[in-house]
């Protein structure tokens, strides 16, 4: 299996909440090493629906190169997986629901803020994409009838989904610009009476690396077929050793042992080579 990874350019989130009886619609949190999501109702008054979202873009331009220009990466047959790791908190964690993940159908701005007590009225924020630009619709605009969602049962599992059919998308331009991912909850959490209080996930920001969000593309490289499951006696064979570091083949500048064995006879041969004249060779046995 050869995979790819990618971190993200940028990510924030972005609410509607009032909190100290200050509306935050016009704050930003692209600084904040945290990206939430959460849907309380009845809040301020009876009826109140407040919300958070979480906006994340990955560097499409720098995966398009690797498949069009590096040819690193196939250009077809490949899997691609969005992945967020759950930030554990000590608020209420909701149970029961869907996050979904939509393109983003307009460019956006990070922005410098982070969260109480540091308000930032910055943007990107819930009305506004950028300092020139608000969203049509508040709390961003995407394209609804393009989506990946997961559900989840105890509430602090790890985001990853499916986004092959919105990166596709993305690479061939044919539908919607590479503007990232809006992740939030589905349709029916947002809406309904219930409170889920607060979804959280490592950021750019975090200083866990292991638990930064990422983009992965995944693929089948085996590529040439060898025989190391059917080998003959006295017959031309193929044996292949493909060495990938971070998901690219790279060359091994150490000699390779490797070691043949005939498990009717006991036979052992061994054969010492480094990686120029290993890959592609026909072996006699």
Not at 216 to 229: F, L, P, Q, V, Y
């Amino acid at each position: 299996m050869g995979f790819a990874r990618f971190f993200p350019q940028k990510d924030t989130w972005i609410t509607n909440a009032t909190e100290n009886n200050i509306p935050l619609t016009a704050s930003n949190y692209g600084s904040d090493p945290v990206l939430t999501v959460f849907s309380r109702k009845d809040e301020i008054v009876s009826g109140s629906i407040e919300l958070s979202r979480i906006l994340i873009k990955f560097p499409i331009t720098e995966l398009s190169g690797k498949i069009f220009n590096d040819l690193t990466i196939p250009s077809s047959s490949v899997t691609y997986k969005l992945k967020m790791f759950n930030m554990r908190h000590g608020n209420t964690v909701p149970t029961s629901y869907d996050l979904h993940a939509y393109p983003i159908t307009r460019d956006w701005d990070e922005g410098t803020g982070t969260a109480l007590p540091n308000l930032d009225f910055g943007f990107a924020s819930w009305l506004s994409a950028s300092s020139v630009q608000t969203w049509t619709t508040a709390g961003s605009d995407f394209t609804a009838s393009m989506s990946a969602s997961q559900h989840f049962d105890r509430g602090s599992e790890d985001f990853e989904i499916d986004v092959t059919r919105i990166v596709n998308e993305w690479l061939t331009g044919t539908t919607v610009s590479s503007n990232g991912f809006l992740i939030k909850f589905g349709t029916t959490e947002e809406a309904n009476s219930t409170n889920y209080f607060l979804k959280a996930f490592h950021g750019r920001e975090s200083k866990f690396i292991e638990k930064l969000p990422f983009l992965e593309a995944r693929w089948d490289s085996t590529g040439i077929k060898d025989n190391r499951k059917n080998f003959a006696f006295n017959q031309q064979n193929k044996l292949y050793m493909y060495n990938f570091i971070r998901g690219e083949l790279t060359n091994v500048s150490e000699p390779v042992l490797v070691k043949v064995t005939d498990s009717v006879v006991s036979r052992r041969r061994k054969v010492f080579s480094n990686i120029y004249s290993f890959i592609g060779r026909n072996w006699y046995l």
